[in-house]
């Protein structure tokens, strides 16, 4: 089983739209975790953090469930420019630190 | 925008040859990485470094090697590049914040080995 598994997608919605990743992680151990945003052949940009009290970014919203190992994306008000691969991120620390990252869930926002 | 810089952009170069990828930041973060990424695939860690005259292996193997003279400074060197070695090669860099890092990256360097 992958340490960070995400449905690749892709996740076609229109302009406007609400849409929702989802991302489950193997590593109990796992202290942080993140959005990172991908962009057809760039680097990754961090997008946001997630709290597990859940945290709000403009439309973005992040959630955390540690009980089920289960973390998720919110985008409300889709744009075109919202389109990109949504990597989740997950940290460990064991002495050191690494984060590991999920395959990324596409998104293509279209007019 | 964080100020992290990989040169060559883009590289194609035949087996056998050695290169070198750059890699540098002026953010005076301790920590630096590479990661390798194949198309449509995830990142995976080849190589860390906590500081000056650290050098990890991460968890993807790699037979690239590293070297950390310069706090700045994270060069990647393939002694003999192969066909297999084609991939995008991405170098990051994170300050300590106790146990959560955040990691900045550079642009990428796209290899293609012929």
């Known amino acids: 089983r992958k340490e960070v598994e995400q449905d690749p997608g892709p996740f076609n919605v229109p302009e406007g739209a609400t849409v929702a990743f989802n991302c489950t992680y193997s590593n109990s151990a796992s202290q942080s975790f993140f959005w990172y945003r991908q962009d057809c052949r760039k680097e990754p940009k961090l997008l946001m953090s997630?709290?597990?009290s859940g945290n709000e970014d403009g439309r973005f919203t992040a959630q955390l469930n540690r009980a089920s190992q289960y973390i998720s994306l919110l985008i409300r008000d889709s744009k075109l420019s919202d389109s990109a691969t949504y990597l989740c991120?997950?940290?460990?620390?064991?002495?050191?630190?690494?984060?590991?990252f999920g395959k990324g869930t596409m998104l293509l926002v279209s007019p | 925008e964080a100020d992290i810089y990989q040169t060559p952009r883009y590289l194609v170069i035949g087996t056998g040859k050695k290169i070198t990828l750059e890699c540098s930041q002026t953010m005076g973060h301790d920590k630096m990485y590479w990661y390798q990424q194949d198309p449509g695939m995830e990142l995976h860690l080849i190589h860390y470094s906590y500081g000056v005259n650290s050098t990890e292996k991460g968890d993807l193997s790699s037979e690239s090697t590293v070297s950390r003279i310069r706090t700045e400074h994270f060069p990647l060197t393939l002694e003999s590049a192969r066909p297999s070695h084609t991939s995008q090669y991405l170098c990051?860099?994170?300050?300590?914040?106790?146990?959560?890092?955040?990691?900045?990256f550079g642009p990428g360097t796209r290899l293609t080995v012929l």
């Open positions: 997630v709290y597990s």
């Open positions: 991120v997950v940290n460990r620390y064991s002495g050191y630190s690494t984060l590991t």
């Open positions: 990051a860099s994170s300050e300590s914040r106790g146990r959560t890092d955040t990691q900045y």
